[in-house]
């Protein structure tokens, strides 16, 4: 019996380990299943840190992007301080050039038309080269008193009804540098 008994036993054990390795094969099919999941699938404090990591580097490079922005338009508004009426005193410049040949030829003539007519020239070519950088004189004739860009500096009674209130002389012409008043123009105003 003892034959039969080990047989038995042999049959039992070889029954018993194959039973014991499907039940291996199935947890390393689990295994690889869940490893499979697990690197599909970050876990949520992976997920977390990720994100945490990326917006990170983006808020970094926002406050360098701004930082960068900020230093530039400084650099711009202090070259446009400095160099800002280039353009202007460029403009000007042939009108210096005109006043200074007037001055030389003046000298050689005593007919005080021509020096007239020169002067008349060059404040012509001046006030070109002013409306076109944008300066434009303040109308004030037969205008209404207007206190955002008259300057009242006389009163000037007994002038009747139609003359109440309107500029009656200009004493100094006023100007505007685009729709900007620049300088006031002093006028004597009708009581």
């Given at each position: 019996?003892?034959?039969?008994?080990?047989?038995?036993?042999?049959?039992?054990?070889?029954?018993?380990?194959?039973?014991?390795?499907?039940?291996?094969?199935?947890?390393?099919?689990?295994?690889?299943?869940?490893?499979?999941?697990?690197?599909?699938?970050?876990?949520?404090?992976?997920?977390?840190?990720?994100?945490?990591?990326?917006?990170?580097?983006?808020?970094?490079?926002?406050?360098?992007?701004?930082?960068?922005?900020?230093?530039?338009?400084?650099?711009?508004?202090?070259?446009?301080?400095?160099?800002?009426?280039?353009?202007?005193?460029?403009?000007?410049?042939?009108v210096v050039d005109d006043m200074e040949r007037a001055i030389d030829n003046g000298?050689?003539?005593?007919?005080?038309?021509?020096?007239?007519?020169?002067?008349?020239?060059?404040?012509?070519?001046?006030?070109?080269?002013?409306?076109?950088?944008?300066?434009?004189?303040?109308?004030?004739?037969?205008?209404?008193?207007?206190?955002?860009?008259?300057?009242?500096?006389?009163?000037?009674?007994?002038?009747?009804?139609?003359?109440?209130?309107?500029?009656?002389?200009?004493?100094?012409?006023?100007?505007?540098?685009?729709?900007?008043?620049?300088?006031?123009?002093?006028?004597?105003?009708?009581?």
């Open positions: 019996m003892k034959e039969k008994d080990i047989n038995i036993e042999e049959g039992d054990s070889l029954q018993q380990e194959q039973e014991a390795q499907p039940e291996v094969e199935n947890n390393a099919e689990t295994e690889e299943v869940s490893t499979a999941e697990a690197k599909a699938e970050p876990s949520p404090e992976e997920q977390a840190e990720a994100q945490i990591a990326e917006l990170k580097d983006k808020y970094l490079r926002s406050v360098a992007e701004f930082d960068n922005y900020r230093k530039r338009t400084l650099k711009e508004r202090a070259e446009l301080i400095l160099n800002g009426g280039e353009k202007v005193l460029t403009a000007i410049l042939p000298a050689k003539t005593d007919d005080p038309q021509v020096l007239r007519e020169g002067m008349e020239l060059i404040y012509h070519k001046l006030m070109k080269v002013l409306e076109s950088q944008g300066v434009s004189l303040i109308d004030t004739n037969d205008a209404d008193f207007d206190t955002d860009i008259h300057e009242a500096v006389a009163m000037v009674p007994g002038m009747g009804d139609e003359k109440k209130g309107k500029v009656i002389d200009c004493l100094q012409k006023g100007y505007k540098l685009n729709d900007k008043v620049i300088r006031h123009a002093k006028v004597a105003v009708g009581q």
